[in-house]
Structure formats: C-alpha cells, structure tokens
C-alpha cells in the first residue's frame, strides 16, 4: 500500500483573530481545551471579512510553542510561487517547525481571481507546478526552472531554509478527480471539506490509488477534514444555527449543504459523526464551529468537555 496513516487523532478548530487580543483567546482556547492546532482560511474577497493567513499565523505562534498552526486552504494559484515560498518557509522558522501549508486552488469568487491577474483557468495547473517548486526552494538549495509554464527563471538561492527538511508539509484540498490525483503525486497529506465519511473514504481510496501511479511510497499522509460541527440541546436548533451563520457566510442558501455535510445536534449525535470519519481515515480533525464571537469560544469549550469523552477513538 503507497498511502499509510497512523492511527493517532488531532483535533483543531478554524478561526480569526483580528487583534493580539483574538489571538491571545484562541491559543489559550486551545490549550485549554487539549487541542492540538489552529488554522486560518484565506481569501482576498470573501463576503466576511478576512485578515492575511500567514501574518495571523505568524502572531498565533509566538504565544504558543507547543500548538500546530495552519491554513484550510490557502490558494496557492492565486500568488507567484516563489514569494510565497520565502513567506511559508520564515512562517516555518518562526514557528519552530509547527506549520502546515493546506492549499487549494479555490475559484468560487470569480473577482478575486481577476483583480490578481490569474485566469481561474490555470488554476490546476499553476497548483501542479508551484508545488514542487515550493518544496524545492525551501530546501535553501539552489533552485532553476528556466522552462516553467507559469514561474521561470534561470536559478535562485532562497535563505534561510525552512526549519523542516524541504519545507513544512503540503496538505492539498480538493473533492474533484485532478485534485485527490495531484494529492497522490505529490501532496504530504489530503484535508477535505464538504464531504460526507463515506465521499471521504472514496477520496483516500483515489490518492492511494494516484500515488501507487506516481510510484511513491508514503511512510505517513496526512488526513485532515475541515469539518462544520454546531453542537446544540437539539438537532433542529444546531441546524437553524449552523445554517444561518453558512448561508450569511457564504452568501447563499446554503440548506442542503448543511444537512448534507455538518456535524450538528447533542454531543452524541457530533460524536457519532466525528467516528464515522474516524473510521473514514481522517485523523486530524479541524473543527469549522459555525459560530462567531462568545459563541464559537462557548462551541471550542463544549466540544472540548462534551464531546471528546465520547469519541470511541
């Protein structure tokens, strides 16, 4: 088998911070709580507002030296590769090694796409290119790639490297059949989202089968699942909640999607959800609490209290 995973689970949450003061919350929430990382997401236009990655993590790290931080996903296409290599690889340095790049290609805010002067077109193939390039380049090795498509250039010497031997691990996103079969050829690990456990299952199955292709043998994938969990006194009130805050969030009705792919309800009912992908292979679960202020602090404490004793894993 080329695709091998551990059996350890990890937990995260997803969130924002505005200010030292937001930042200084979420680590202690996490601490706190026993979990293991803290993510960010990206957009340059998203219909909430939304702060750099990389400098949110950046802040994060120093008040932490034990959590991991990351971004589900960052749009790798949508920037030129090798500024971003410098930015991931000193992200890496200032965290000590405790960064994962997760990276997607995106595309559903068309104008965001437009304004940096990327067609939405070469999105895949700018993705397929830039990450090998990364990795390269974080090696502080001496890099060419005078024939590139999209990044050409004669040769660069990017210093210093990063704190992890060829860069921080890349977990590509991406339900559809060229993105789970550029996870297999050349990803560190898969992070899904909006998926059910048995979509999830079928993913895994399609990377290994990529990867076996590729001809690589992967001592440890990395799966992670971005995840929306509401829990409630009742599965109709978790719903109405979480469906509210996705449907302002993404500024559409988002009902369907809702019931389809939320962890929603009791404690037990997230639980039976968060086991059924357990079983599915993911093993780092990043929690998408559908809430925002006191709330979601209020969601980051109970799963933490209420629904991690419940896990059969």
């Known amino acids: 088998m080329a695709l091998k995973i551990g059996s350890e689970a990890k937990f995260g949450f997803i969130t924002g911070m505005r200010n030292s003061r937001e930042a200084r919350i979420n680590v202690d929430l996490a ?9 960010v997401g990206d957009h340059i236009e998203f219909p909430l507002p939304l702060l750099d990655p990389f400098v949110q993590l950046a802040h994060a790290a120093a008040l932490s ?56 077109n070469e999105r895949g193939a700018r993705m397929s290119e830039g990450i090998p390039l990364l990795k390269k380049l974080m ?27 060829s860069g921080p691990p890349v977990w590509t996103g991406g339900r559809s059949e060229a993105a789970l079969n550029r996870s297999g050829k050349m990803a560190d690990g898969w992070i899904g989202y909006s998926v059910t456990p048995h979509m999830y299952q079928e993913s895994l199955t399609r990377i290994e089968q990529a990867a076996e292709a590729a001809g690589r043998e992967i001592e440890s994938f990395g799966t992670g699942d971005l995840l929306f969990t509401q829990i409630g006194d009742t599965y109709e009130g978790a719903f109405d909640n979480a469906n509210d805050h996705l449907s302002h969030r993404y500024a559409m009705d988002f009902s369907s999607a809702t019931k389809k792919y939320c962890a929603l309800g009791r404690p037990e009912d997230v639980a039976e959800k968060y086991n059924e992908f357990y079983e599915a292979g993911c093993r780092h679960f990043v929690l998408d609490l559908t809430s925002t202020g006191e709330d979601l602090r209020v969601q980051i404490e109970r799963f933490g209290r209420e629904v991690r004793p419940l896990l059969s894993f």
């Open 31 to 39: 601490e706190t709580w026993g979990y293991d990382s803290v993510w």
């Open 65 to 120: 030296d034990k959590l991991v931080f990351g971004t589900a996903v960052y749009l790798l296409p949508l920037r030129h590769i090798v500024p971003v290599a410098k930015q991931v690889a000193s992200l890496d340095l200032i965290s000590g090694g405790r960064f994962v790049l997760g990276a997607g290609v995106g595309g559903e805010f068309t104008n965001e796409w437009e304004a940096c002067g990327v067609p939405r």
């Open 139 to 165: 090696t502080g090795e001496t890099v060419e790639n005078p024939d590139g498509r999209f990044y050409p250039f004669d040769h660069l010497t990017m210093q210093p490297a990063a704190a992890t031997p």
